[in-house]
């Protein structure tokens, strides 16, 4: 098992209180690889201009992942979010197969 960190991408429609998960990252230390999941579709979370948007935004965080260093990705992230797209803070979880445990957290967060 390796240690990993979990993260929720999360989005608030403003005037509202209810934050929405908009996407799961795994982020292993060990190889500087962040894994990302993002919901299948944004209609039901925002309106369509902030639909766009989220749709966006995490697939450009895919393409990141996949070309760049992962903890330099998720700094950036936790200092430059805006207060509608906001990042928890990491949680420390144990992981065997990093897909098989994102598709888990994301079936269980994203649906």
Avoid: C
């Amino acid at each position: 098992m390796t240690l990993a960190h979990f993260i929720l991408l999360q989005f608030q429609q403003p005037g509202f209180e209810v934050l929405w998960p908009v996407a799961v990252l795994l982020f292993d230390p060990a190889t500087g690889k962040i894994h990302v999941k993002g919901r299948a579709d944004y209609s039901g979370i925002a309106d369509p201009d902030d639909a766009i948007v989220l749709a966006e935004t995490v697939k450009q965080l895919e393409v990141e992942a996949a070309r760049e260093d992962g903890a330099a990705t998720l700094d950036l992230l936790e200092s430059s979010l805006s207060n509608s797209v906001r990042i928890t803070e990491r949680t420390a979880v144990r992981v065997a197969d990093f897909e098989a445990a994102l598709d888990h957290l994301s079936k269980a967060l994203l649906s």
